[in-house]
């Protein structure tokens, strides 16, 4: 069993910075793939980022070259460090950890919202 908390979100106003945080307990983290999802009002939820156990990363074509999905076991936390942020980056951001058999957890989310 793993427990994710978001943490991080928030109103910034575009071309803004924001850096979320997700905080695992409950197992050994260092063996779970990590990723970030984000669901917009009235839309899918879809994928963001993902990093592997070993460091390894993915991102939407959407966020790639502003959006970076970073991890520290010590910490049992991974973090998404969002810049140049969008209007349409708007979503509840969302947690999720993966185990080696297949095991999926999420959190609860946390909220982003890019406006002026």
């Known amino acids: 069993q793993v427990q994710l908390v978001e943490s991080g979100g928030g109103l910034v106003q575009p071309g803004g910075s924001l850096r979320l945080s997700c905080a695992a307990s409950?197992?050994?983290?260092?063996?779970?793939?990590m990723g970030w999802y984000r669901q917009a009002p009235g839309k899918q939820r879809e994928l963001v980022a993902t990093?592997?156990?070993?460091?390894?990363?993915n991102y939407a074509n959407s966020v790639k070259g502003r959006f970076t999905i970073s991890r520290e076991n010590a910490k049992n936390t991974v973090y998404l460090q969002m810049n140049s942020l969008k209007p349409e980056d708007t979503a509840v951001f969302y947690c999720?950890?993966?185990?080696?058999?297949?095991?999926?957890?999420w959190g609860k989310g946390t909220l982003v919202t890019v406006s002026s």
């Open positions: 409950g197992s050994i983290f260092s063996i779970y793939a």
């Open positions: 999720n950890a993966v185990h080696p058999r297949g095991t999926v957890y």
């Open positions: 990093i592997t156990s070993g460091g390894s990363t």
